[in-house]
Every structure is written in C-alpha cells, then in structure tokens.
C-alpha cells in the first residue's frame, strides 16, 4: 500500500465491515498549533486524513451499520453517491474543513433512509458559521421514520433537521 495513494490499493480490497469508528479529538488539532502550525498546515493534515480515509470508508457502503468520523476527514459528496443500506448510527464530530465541505452534509443525510441514530457534533468553524445539518432549503426533506436518537450541537436554528417527522425520536439533544 503506498502512502502517496492509498486509494488505488484499497479499491483491489474486499472490505465488509459493520462497525467502523475513528477518533480525533480536539488535542490534535490543538496539538499541531502547539508546533507552530498555521491553520493552513492544519487543515492540510486533515485533507491527507480525508485522502486516506475517504477510499476505506466508501468501500464499506455496502455493509457498515455503526460509523463514526472525524467530520474534517469525510468526504460526503463522495459518500452521497452510493447506497448505505445497512447504516443505522451515524456519528460526525470535529470541525469543517471549508463551506463546500459543510454544505455536502445535507446531501448525504438525505441518501440514509435507515438511520436509527444520528449524532453532529461539529465546531463552529470561522469560515462555515452555523452549518448546515438537512439545510434551509430542500426540495424533499428526507424521511427519517426510524430515527430515535438526535444529538447535535450549534444547529442553525433554520435547519430542517428541526422539522423531522420522526414517531420513534426518545433521545434528543
């Protein structure tokens, strides 16, 4: 596997895994502004993050049910692209790396029709402000029947997120 692009070796894989979690907690990022990094480096590590990551992660659409990413090393434009049929918990922690990034969320939430659980919580970044969850504006909103735990943190107060019909919701924060 090389390192330059891991992607070309992870697509000749076979990748059928059910739980998939990454760590990345605020003491690295902070961690690397303790070296002197600018937010430039910073972000640059955390795009070589989402290089990596982003070939493993799409591999597994097909039979993941539990995942948890970094939201900084997700590429959700790519995710939207495939079915998740099996995902039911869906946890996104971190920060953005730019608007585009954030704004490719509401696309991908709305391509899983399963999710049983969904927890975002994301910083607000600089440049992002309130991201969007669902977003203001969407043609269909998605249908979340199953869903009964909701966990985010700094929603915008306009998000559709916020007029989910969900019967099932027992967890709400």
């Not at 894989?13 to 990454?22: A, R």
């Not at 997120?161 to 924060?173: D, G, Q």
Request: proline share 6%.
């Amino acid at each position: 596997m090389t390192l330059a692009n891991p992607g070309e070796d992870i697509a000749t894989l076979f990748i059928e895994l059910t739980e998939f979690f990454v760590e990345s907690r605020f003491w690295h990022e902070f961690a690397l502004r303790q070296r002197g990094m600018t937010d430039m480096q910073v972000d640059q590590v955390f795009e070589a993050y989402q290089t990596a990551l982003s070939p493993l992660v799409l591999k597994m659409n097909e039979s993941v049910k539990r995942l948890a990413l970094p939201v900084n090393s997700a590429s959700f434009l790519s995710m939207s692209e495939l079915p998740w049929p099996k995902l039911q918990e869906l946890s996104l922690h971190g920060h953005y790396l730019d608007m585009t990034q954030a704004g490719s969320l509401p696309l991908f939430l709305s391509s899983l029709p399963e999710l049983i659980s969904l927890s975002v919580q994301v910083c607000r970044h600089q440049d992002v402000g309130r991201a969007p969850i669902l977003g203001r504006h969407t043609t269909s909103s998605p249908s979340f029947r199953q869903l009964r735990s909701l966990m985010v943190a700094f929603p915008d107060p306009e998000d559709l997120i916020f007029s989910v019909e969900s019967k099932e919701i027992r967890r709400l924060s």
